[in-house]
C-alpha cells in the first residue's frame, strides 16, 4: 500500500511538473526585435521582429513612422517606415542630407509602450532597443580633387584661360581653390580662393547643394549644386557667383546645365560644368 501511494504521489508530481513546464512554453511573451540590416547605400533599413506585429491591440493595423524612434546621432535626416500588418518585417527608408563619417549607427525603439503588438494584443515593451553596424561612410565633396583639360569648364578656359584646378574642401566646413591659368608651369598658382562652405543632400537623385562664402582673393557668395558620379569617381560641380551679379544658381530640380536658367548650355555644351577627380593618398 505504502508503494503504491508514493507511486500515485510521484505520478502528481509529473503531472504538475509537465503542466507548468509546458504553461511555460506557452505563454504569451511581448514582441521583441530580432535583427536590424543597413543597406550598402545608407538608403534603407531592415528590422526583423521575433513573431508578426500589429499597431493596434485587435491585430490591425501597419506599422508606421509615428510607432517608432530612430536615432542617428550626429546626422541629419528624415524616415519613412513600410510595414504590412501581420509582418514580422519592417523596412525604414531613410533620407540623409548630411555626411556619414561611416561610425554613426541607427539606433530603433518602439514610440511608446502602446505603439506596437503581436497578435494577442500583447505590446512590445518601450525599452526594447535596437541598434545597427555603422554606416557607409558618405564625405559628399570632403576631400581632395584636381581638374585639368577637359575637365576644366568651358566658361573658365574661354574668359579667364584657366589651365587647372586643385580644390580642398575640408572637414571643419573651410576650402582651399588654387587656380593654375594656362601657360603657368610653376607650382604656384595664380589664384587662390579661400572660404567656408555648407552641403545639403537633396531628395533629387544624388544631387547636394552647396553655398559657398568665399573670404579670398575678395569676399563673395556662391550657390551652386553637384554630384559624386562612381565607376569611374568623378565630381559634377556647378556653381554660380550670386553676390554683385544677377546670376541665378542651379537647382536639383534642374539639375545640371540649370545655372542661369539654361543659357550657359550653348550647342549642347555646359558651360559652366566643371568635373574633378578625387586625389587619393
Request: aromatic share 10%.
Amino acid at each position: 500500500m505504502k508503494n503504491k501511494s508514493l507511486l500515485w504521489i510521484a505520478i502528481v508530481l509529473l503531472g504538475i511538473i509537465g503542466f507548468t513546464s509546458c504553461s511555460d512554453e506557452t505563454e504569451n511573451k511581448s514582441p521583441i526585435f530580432e535583427s536590424i540590416e543597413v543597406s550598402d547605400d545608407n538608403k534603407t533599413v531592415t528590422v526583423t521582429f521575433s513573431e508578426p506585429v500589429y499597431a493596434n491591440t485587435d491585430g490591425t493595423g501597419n506599422i508606421e513612422s509615428g510607432d517608432i524612434k530612430v536615432t542617428i546621432t550626429g546626422v541629419d535626416f528624415t524616415f519613412d517606415v513600410t510595414h504590412t500588418a501581420g509582418s514580422a518585417t519592417m523596412t525604414i527608408a531613410l533620407t540623409i542630407t548630411s555626411i556619414t563619417e561611416g561610425d554613426e549607427i541607427v539606433t530603433v525603439e518602439p514610440a511608446s509602450a502602446t505603439s506596437i503588438y503581436d497578435a494577442d494584443g500583447k505590446p512590445m515593451e518601450a525599452t526594447e532597443i535596437l541598434t545597427s553596424e555603422s554606416l557607409t561612410q558618405d564625405l559628399g565633396i570632403i576631400g581632395e580633387w584636381y581638374s585639368v583639360g577637359d575637365n576644366v569648364a568651358t566658361l573658365l578656359v574661354a574668359y579667364f584661360s584657366v589651365d587647372s584646378i586643385y580644390a580642398a574642401f575640408y572637414d571643419d566646413y573651410k576650402y582651399l581653390v588654387e587656380q593654375f591659368n594656362i601657360g603657368n608651369t610653376s607650382s604656384t598658382p595664380d589664384v587662390i580662393y579661400t572660404g567656408t562652405f555648407v552641403i545639403e543632400k537633396s531628395t533629387v537623385d544624388e544631387i547636394w547643394t552647396i553655398d559657398l562664402t568665399q573670404e579670398l582673393p575678395f569676399a563673395a557668395t556662391s550657390v551652386g549644386i553637384y554630384e559624386i558620379k562612381t565607376s569611374p569617381e568623378v565630381l559634377w560641380y556647378e556653381v554660380v557667383q550670386t553676390s554683385g551679379t544677377q546670376n541665378i544658381p542651379p537647382t536639383p530640380e534642374g539639375g545640371f546645365g540649370s545655372s542661369n536658367g539654361g543659357t550657359l548650355v550653348i550647342d549642347g555644351v555646359n558651360w559652366n560644368l566643371q568635373k574633378f577627380i578625387r586625389i587619393t593618398e
